[in-house]
């Protein structure tokens, strides 16, 4: 799969980093916080940048995750439903690149879109 061929790459997730898409509304800081304190992630940084539908969050952690726990806890701290449906279908496409050392490509953030 061709990630450059839906937009500008920005970030890119990693087994300490999760990264959140908010369309339209602010992020929602107590839920973010609460999920992380709940799942025990140890939050060390977050970055928040605007984007022009919304916001992006970057959320680095002591604690490594799975991509499939990396996905649902973004899902649960309110990233965009429709971005982590997606991230989904990715997920399950990447069987074949985690033994090619892809296991992260599912999991980006895009500057701007071309389509």
């Known amino acids: 799969m061709n990630l450059s061929t839906f937009g500008v790459v ?3 997730g990693s087994s300490r980093t ?4 908010f369309d339209g509304k602010p992020p929602d800081w107590e839920r973010i916080h609460n999920v992380a304190r709940r799942h025990r992630l ?5 970055e928040l940048y605007r984007t022009r539908h919304g916001w992006h969050v970057v959320v680095f952690t002591r604690r490594r995750v799975e991509p499939w726990q990396a996905l ?3 899902a649960l701290m309110g990233s965009d439903w429709r971005r982590e449906s997606l991230n989904l279908l990715r997920l399950w496409d990447t069987a074949g690149q985690v033994q090619r050392g892809l ?3 599912w999991n980006v ?3 701007g ?3």
């Open 103 to 105: 296991k992260w490509r």
């Open 113 to 115: 879109k071309t389509a």
């Open 10 to 12: 920005d970030r890119r």
């Open 72 to 74: 649902v806890l973004q």
């Open 18 to 21: 999760l990264l959140l898409d």
């Open 42 to 46: 140890k939050p060390v940084a977050m």
């Open 109 to 111: 953030l895009y500057n």
